[in-house]
């Protein structure tokens, strides 16, 4: 039998997160091993609770949803995935998470099958974009390394040679083409290259 999804939730309204525990705690791979309405527990509670997945609240007192993401990054990497669950639908927001490294900014108003796939989909790699921000990709919006990356995709490297080349681990370029193939609103690795392509992150070469 497999391991479960380990999950932890993040909602200053107890109501809501104790509706939402139960309907995780009804799938068979899934587990809410902890929910806090208190922010600044959390960085303790994940280090000692160890788990894949933290679905969050973005509004929340005493420290944002952003601040606690980005402080989890920048301490977990990205063993940890971020779910934010917002009633804001700024494009400034869905930029700025991102950034930070959430795989998923989802609405307040999303469905309970919704927030699971996102949570199934975060552990398998994947990064979901909004339709609204995959219409308006611009070209700093792939990191540097991303963009080496995708660089060394359209050179026709493979993951381990991309690792080599960069001096990571396979599993860290993994999650860079996932973050690649998400923000372009792509399924795979020449969809991608043919995207850099059209938004002239890659340049043809000319004989």
Known sequence: MLDKI???????HPLVMEGLKNRINEEEDLLVIGAFTDPREIMHEVEKLEPSVIVMDISMPHM???EVAKRCKERFGISLKIIMLSGYTYEEFYQKAYDVGVHAYLSKQATYPEIINAI???????IMISE???????????TATEREVLELIAQEMNNQEIANRLAMSKRTVE????SITGKFGVKTRIGAVVKGYELGLLLSSKA
């Open 6 to 12: 380990k999950v932890i939730l993040l909602d200053d």
């Open 64 to 66: 944002d949803g952003f």
């Open 120 to 126: 199934r989909q975060s552990v398998l790699g994947y």
């Open 132 to 142: 609204k921000m995959r219409t308006g990709i611009r070209q700093d919006q792939l």
């Open 175 to 178: 999650y860079h083409i996932a």
